[in-house]
């Protein structure tokens, strides 16, 4: 299928590309099933962990092809409409990378208590009290659990399915 996308200006002509067909789009989406739309947000994690900078991580379709796929952009700066037309944006987590805090690595009010009372970072607490690898493995759990509770936004997709197929 053929979309015309336009370009930032008036005076910058229109440009005709290939897309595949909403319904070719919207099938493979259908098609996600819970592990898979999991592990779009574990690879969006990950692409975080590659920025430094303020910026978002994103996941998306790619309309021409129909794989997903992964990319950033760094906050305050746009890719060109002939750039990113083709992008339908499954999942973002801003950068740089949020920080897992008490609620997501303790496990307990009685640990709670202490963490509180120990006045250290979250990171050092954990470490001093439970060692390295018990850190690891919690920061592991919390990742599981967000990556487990992720959701599409069925309703944003649309609406950019609808933007795009126009």
């Known amino acids: ?92 987590i801003e950068t740089p990378v949020f920080k897992f805090d008490e609620v997501d690595l303790l496990y307990n009010a009685k640990e709670m208590k202490q963490y509180e009372e120990s006045q250290l970072p979250i990171k050092d607490f954990i470490i001093k009290n439970c060692g390295e690898k018990d850190y690891r493995e919690r920061v592991d759990n919390a990742i599981i659990d967000y990556k487990y509770k992720f959701r599409l936004d069925w309703d944003n997709i649309e609406d950019q399915m609808d933007k795009l197929y126009k």
């Open 1 to 92: 299928m053929k979309v015309l996308i336009p370009g930032y200006s008036k005076g910058e002509p229109k440009k005709e590309f290939d897309v595949k067909e909403k319904e070719e789009i919207t099938t493979i989406l259908d098609e996600l099933d819970v592990t898979e739309i999991s592990d779009i947000w574990e690879k969006t994690y990950k692409e975080t962990l590659h920025h430094d900078l303020s910026g978002n991580a994103y996941a998306y379709i790619d309309a021409r092809t129909g794989e997903i796929k992964t990319s950033w952009l760094q906050s305050n700066t746009s890719l060109h409409p002939f750039d990113s037309f083709y992008e339908i944006v499954l999942c973002s």
